[in-house]
């Protein structure tokens, strides 16, 4: 075609051209929702009307709103689509074309005002086995004329009613085809007892837990004494020899107690030396006197061989040789410790098992020697086979805070495995049918719930 001249204005699209753009766009939409904005916007241009709205059914057959014109989204419980609900259910069974405010029921009748204005149109969108799959509603201020005259163009709504009709059928014929199945009796007789068949299947129970590679036999590195932490010329993690430093203390305090202790000591010998001369000239008293500045010496040369005692456990020795586990280095420095406060583990690091963590909410009976698979973080696609050695009584705090069960577990083999490592351990239990498997947690819940 020929566009028109500079400066000539197009004519007005003629209603027959307006609808048939309005049936090709129905054609050619892409999704259901679309479709339905193209019913309720597009079709202003053949006549316009305020308000425009599609009805479907839900799963429970009821009328819902699914597309308002001008609206992006719809609220689901508001006033004004609870009521436009209500109207098309009381509508639904009756006959298409115009409804007076006079027609609805009186529930209906108070509202009409406040929601939708004097002409109201409401026709059916069916397919072509002419079941209602949706409710078109459109609003204006005139009252409308059903059927109108041939020389109306709302003449054309009528055409384009069998248009989005066959359109909406096409979608939702794709969409339903599952929903309107309905099985024979053979079908369900065969469907009953392969479930009945799968639910007795006998299933292995697991369970999923963090887990960590941890030392077998670790030697615990604790505070020999009272003391400040001078510093760990280890790193976490190192290899050490049998008798390499692995923790100082500061010997300040020592070094001065013992400087006192000596002045003491040289006090009380000179003492002593004094008192030893003037026995022999004086009476039985100075004799007596004698005896305490003896036991004084004593007493400080017993303090003066503690200190030294003390002075040799200032480094804490590699009992054998191992890696030395604890935390980082900077946190120990010129921290006090008391007797017997731990400072790390030395390990063997060719001894290594696998702690797990089992929550109690996922507990299962496991037995001795079950198997247990460990995923670690840094090697997600292999996994390391290990042996259930030993589980925890009672249930602890674990290191995420969570009340559970402490498992240990013997790896096969040590490759690929480093102490300090973390992942995922899965253990196998028993033996159970799937039945058991699907309903152990809901089971449990309910009675948690139920209290019985």
Partial sequence: MNSPAPGVAAAPATPLQIYLGLAAGARAAATLSELQFLICNDSRGLLPFRQAMIFRRDVRGRW?????????????????????????????????????????????????????????????????????????????????????????????????????????????????????????RRQLLLGGGIFLLSCLMPVRLSVLAPAEITASRPQVVAAPMDGVVKRIPVAPGAPVKTGDVLVEFDDTLLVNRRQVLEEAARTSGADLLQAEQQAFDEAHESRMALSVLRGKVNEKRAELDSTARQAERLQVRAPADGVFIYGDQLDWAGKPLQTGERIGLLANPEEMNVTVWVPVADAINLQTDAEVRVYLHVAPLQSLAATLTETSFSAQAGPDGVISYRIKARLETTEGARIGLKGTAKIHGERRPLIYLLLRRPLASLRGWCGC
Wanted: net charge negative; aromatic share 12%; proline share 10%.
């Fill in 64 to 184: 819902r709103l699914h597309c308002h014109s001008g609206l992006s989204a719809i609220e689901e419980t508001s006033p004004y689509q609870l009521w436009l609900e209500a109207l098309i259910a009381w509508q639904d069974g009756r006959s298409a074309g115009a409804i007076d405010v006079d027609d609805v029921p009186a529930e209906l009748r108070a509202d009409w005002q406040e929601w939708l204005p004097a002409g109201v149109l409401v026709l059916p969108l069916a397919g072509p086995d002419g079941e209602v799959l949706a409710w078109w509603l459109l609003a204006r201020d005139d009252p409308w004329s059903w059927p109108p005259p041939p020389s109306d163009p709302a003449a054309w709504l009528a055409e384009l009613q069998t248009v989005y009709g066959h359109a909406l059928w096409a979608w939702l014929r794709s969409q339903g085809r599952w929903r309107n199945w309905r099985p024979s």
